[in-house]
């Protein structure tokens, strides 16, 4: 058996893996386990492994500055509060009450990443509903499973993911990313928000809320906490503007927040670490081998041609057939190793913003389509579960394919257009 075919397999069954979770075990053991088969059986060397850890630097700093900013202000209670106010002011209408979320959704996706959405602020709005006596929850729990993708290319910031498609110094400066991403990103938001409520609209209609919805109140803790979060979203997007990679700023915020936070309520850090999900640095680096080792099989110098060479004759079919396609592989082997292998292809053929883009909204929107897709929807069935929640694979696929089609096709066309 040649080289080739045991690496393919090996990634394969990765990626297989990641997605299924056999026998419970977390996600990072089978990235970690296909690594090591990678180095052990000799197909990438130990050099070759390290340099693919290395390449995800800014990932993990910007993962780790994030997840102590979310963690920060779950411990706080900034996302109760937040959540409290939400559903106080929907004043018992159920349809105003999903639009809030809605728009807390946004807010929280576009500031914070895609995970602090799945991760936070879906326990939170489980609370919420669970205060104001909503009869079924889930229309408005979808909403935090969706909206994490389909808002998480508004910023650079705004998914892990985007850093892996332009890592490596290839980030676009703010004004550039707002002027290819903006638009795109209001038409998937809208179109999501439209298709979401449509496929719900039944459950929610047939729904009631509570008036009397007591507001959760704000310690000033938790006040400090937003106070924190909104300096580091305005260092963020500074950062973009200047051109700067996002992973060391975002990294330094979160430990100088969260250390502040703690010294002036006196907490010990102890509580904050171990509410942070870990496993995702070492699920992100066995991935980053894995497309390393696949890197040697000279897939992405394939790719890369590939797409170079038809996206000089066939700009437009290539920003379409780019979305799409990556769209829906990120669907079979979760967005992050797609999204890896799409942006290296897409940094070595040095295409158009446009077609970069597209494999970015692929990367980005696309894994609404199944609860497998994107490491946020992976966090967002885990939220569920701990509050004893459940929604099938296929129940998750029938919305998905209502939801994230349209939205899709708007953003690329939008894309293209623009």
């Known amino acids: 058996m040649s080289t080739f075919t045991i690496t393919w397999g090996i990634a394969g069954l990765t990626a297989l893996g990641v997605i299924t979770r056999p026998f419970a075990w977390p996600e990072a053991i089978w990235a970690v386990v296909g690594a090591l088969l990678l180095v052990g059986l000799g197909l990438i060397g130990p050099a070759e492994a390290w340099t693919g850890v290395t390449k995800g630097i800014d990932v993990y700093l910007f993962l780790i500055g994030m997840m102590l900013l979310s963690e920060l202000a779950r411990q706080e209670g900034l996302f109760d509060w937040l959540a409290s106010i939400t559903t106080t002011h929907a004043k018992g209408s159920p349809k105003r009450l999903f639009v809030l979320i809605y728009a807390v959704g946004i807010v929280v996706t576009a500031l914070l ?130 051109h700067f990679d996002l992973g060391l700023p975002t990294f330094l915020a979160g430990c100088v927040a969260t ?80 999204g890896l292998v799409a942006g290296s292809a897409v940094q070595l053929a040095d295409v158009s913003d446009k077609v970069a883009g597209a494999v970015l909204i692929g990367v980005d929107l696309g894994p609404n389509l199944s609860v497998t897709g994107s490491l946020a929807t992976i966090l967002w069935l885990t939220a569920l579960r701990r509050e004893g929640l459940q929604i099938g694979a296929w129940a998750f696929m029938r919305i998905g394919f209502a939801v994230m089609v349209p939205a899709l096709v708007a953003s690329l066309t939008v894309l293209a257009l623009q």
């Open 259 to 338: 250390a502040a936070v703690l010294l002036i309520t006196r907490q010990s850090p102890v509580g904050t670490l171990k509410g942070i999900s870990w496993g995702v640095l070492p699920l992100v680096a066995g991935l980053f081998i894995v497309v390393e080792a696949l890197d040697r099989t000279e897939l992405i110098d394939h790719l890369s041609q590939y797409l170079s060479r038809h996206a000089s004759t066939f700009p437009t079919w290539t920003v379409a057939g780019a979305g799409t396609l990556v769209a829906l592989l990120s669907n079979l082997v979760n967005n992050l190793p797609a």
């Open 113 to 242: 990443s895609n995970d602090a959405t799945a991760v936070v602020l879906t326990p939170a709005v489980y609370a919420a509903c669970k205060a104001a006596k909503v009869r079924d929850p889930m229309p408005h729990l979808l909403i935090c499973a969706f909206i994490a993708n389909a808002a998480s290319f508004v910023f650079p910031i705004s998914n892990p993911a985007n850093l892996v498609i332009f890592g490596g110094g290839h980030m676009p400066p703010l004004s550039r990313w707002l002027a290819t991403f903006g638009l795109p990103a209001i038409a998937s938001i809208f179109v999501t928000f439209l298709a979401l409520y449509w496929s719900q609209r039944s459950v929610i209609r047939a729904d009631s809320v509570a008036f009397d919805v007591r507001v959760v109140p704000l310690s000033s803790s938790g006040k400090l906490a937003g106070f924190a979060l909104c300096g580091t979203a305005a260092i963020l997007l500074a950062a973009s503007v200047m």
